[in-house]
């Protein structure tokens, strides 16, 4: 199953964005999602969603790599911090299981 993914990139000193990313999940990924957002905790760390992590993570800095402008320095992403938002699905039915 595909789902969307928010990435803020925060690069320091106010810089950064969001970028939206399209990753496939397993159902074991899916089901780790609903109960990381019913334990309102952030995916980074998040015990059997590392992989996941890294993959959203991975595809939010080919996405905002890709949309750099030439006349732009080099960015460093690997100094960056990423913040993953939980998918609006999962925050959809976790809230109809209510």
Not at 25 to 37: A, G, M, N, R, S
Not at 69 to 87: G, L, M, N, R
Request: with cysteine; proline share 2%.
């Amino acid at each position: 199953m595909e789902l969307e993914f928010w990435v803020t990139i925060c690069l320091g000193h106010g810089d950064g964005g969001d970028v939206t990313v399209t990753i496939d999940v397993t159902d074991e990924e899916y089901e780790l999602l609903k109960q990381c957002y019913r334990d309102d905790e952030e995916i980074e760390g998040y015990e059997g969603l590392e992989d996941l992590y890294e993959r959203i993570v991975a595809a939010a800095r080919d996405e905002s790599e890709c949309c750099e402008p030439d006349d732009c320095e080099e960015i460093d992403y690997d100094d960056a911090s990423y913040t993953v938002a939980i998918p609006d699905i999962i925050y959809n039915e976790v809230q109809e299981e209510s």
